[in-house]
């Protein structure tokens, strides 16, 4: 029975590729059905994998005599290891299309149904990371700039640096997030400008400038749309006439450092709350850090979704 067991799917997997396997698979299927019945296979399937494995290892006489006198028991090793062969890959297909990972939510490591690891959960130090740590409080500061509905009930507060990469990629997901649960979810953003990038805490405080104008969310966009241009202050001027605003107010506003205070105290709040790298996001008492595929907010979202309805 053992050795039906183990050669039916090997038969089943080769006659996808060989005519004569699919002969095979059918006397396999045949035998392990009659086993099960507790009737004796007839067509001697097993007596001749066992003689065409041990037959091929003659070349290695203590090796083949081995195997013929253990065959049973390596064929219950052999079976045992493709159970658990297929338990495993079946987890990490689900992980995969649960967490982007095929290794868990908490994972990075290498995925085969991801190789470039593009769809995996990027850990903190996969993001924009800041070395400074300080304990973990709670948020309090509630000035950050609103994406979506005003009125919706749960909210997804982002750290998020105008400089870093990671923080750039999340950014077609966040909309996507906010299309599909239109009224349901809104976005604040907060400034956690990483130091070491260059321009990071300026575009911040160029894009409050923004808000004098009414036109922070049209900034905003511009910052993440054209990386790397932002060589010179000059070029934030010049961002305020493709964004539809006065050139000159944002000028003055920027070069009087109005808002150098509110980024600054952006920055601090986001240390107290433990974030370490850019971005960061808060979905009530969850955090995802790093750009995650949709899926992956989507589970959250829905699980702080469900505890809402059940509390009304």
């Given at each position: 029975m053992v050795l039906c067991i183990v050669a039916l799917p090997v038969f089943l997997l080769l006659s996808l590729f060989s005519v004569k396997?699919?002969?095979l698979t059918k006397e396999a299927w045949?035998?392990?059905?009659?086993?099960?019945?507790?009737?004796?296979?007839?067509?001697?399937?097993?007596?001749?994998?066992?003689?065409?494995?041990?037959g091929s290892l003659m070349s290695w006489p203590k090796i083949a005599g081995f195997t013929y006198r253990y065959f049973t028991?390596?064929?219950?090793?052999?079976?045992?290891?493709?159970?658990?062969?297929?338990?495993?890959?079946?987890?990490?297909?689900?992980?995969?299309?649960?967490?982007?990972n095929c290794n868990?939510?908490?994972?990075?490591?290498?995925?085969?149904?991801?190789?470039?690891?593009?769809n995996s959960k990027i850990s903190t130090s996969q993001s924009c990371e800041l070395v400074e740590k300080e304990p973990i409080t709670a948020l309090t500061n509630t000035t950050g700039f609103t994406f979506g509905e005003?009125?919706?009930?749960?909210?997804?507060?982002?750290?998020?640096?105008?400089?870093?990469?990671?923080?750039l990629h999340a950014q077609p997901v966040i909309q996507e997030v906010l299309e599909k649960y239109k009224g349901q979810v809104k976005l604040e953003f907060r400034h956690f400008p990483i130091t070491t990038h260059p321009w990071a805490k300026e575009s911040a405080e160029a894009a409050e400038c923004a808000q004098d104008q009414g036109k922070f969310a049209e900034y905003h966009q511009l910052l993440f749309a054209e990386p790397g241009t932002i060589k010179s202050e000059e070029d934030f001027f010049n961002l305020a006439e493709k964004a539809g605003m006065d050139r000159g107010k944002l000028?003055?506003?920027?070069?009087?450092?109005?808002?150098?205070?509110l980024v600054e105290a952006d920055f601090q709040e986001g240390l107290k709350v433990g974030v370490q790298g850019t971005p960061t996001f808060f979905?009530?008492?969850?955090?995802?850090?790093?750009?995650?595929?949709?899926k992956t907010f989507k589970k959250v979202i829905e699980e702080e979704l469900d505890k809402i309805t059940k509390t009304r």
């Open positions: 396997y699919r002969r045949h035998c392990l059905s009659r086993t099960v019945m507790l009737r004796k296979c007839e067509s001697g399937l097993d007596t001749r994998i066992k003689a065409e494995v041990t028991i390596l064929s219950w090793l052999f079976l045992i290891l493709l159970t658990a062969s297929f338990i495993l890959s079946a987890q990490g297909v689900y992980n995969y299309w649960q967490y982007g868990g939510p908490d994972s990075t490591g290498f995925c085969v149904f991801d190789p470039l690891g593009e005003p009125t919706a009930e749960l909210t997804i507060i982002e750290f998020g640096c105008y400089s870093c990469p990671y923080t000028k003055e506003c920027y070069l009087s450092q109005k808002y150098t205070s979905i009530n008492n969850q955090t995802i850090v790093g750009p995650k595929p949709f």
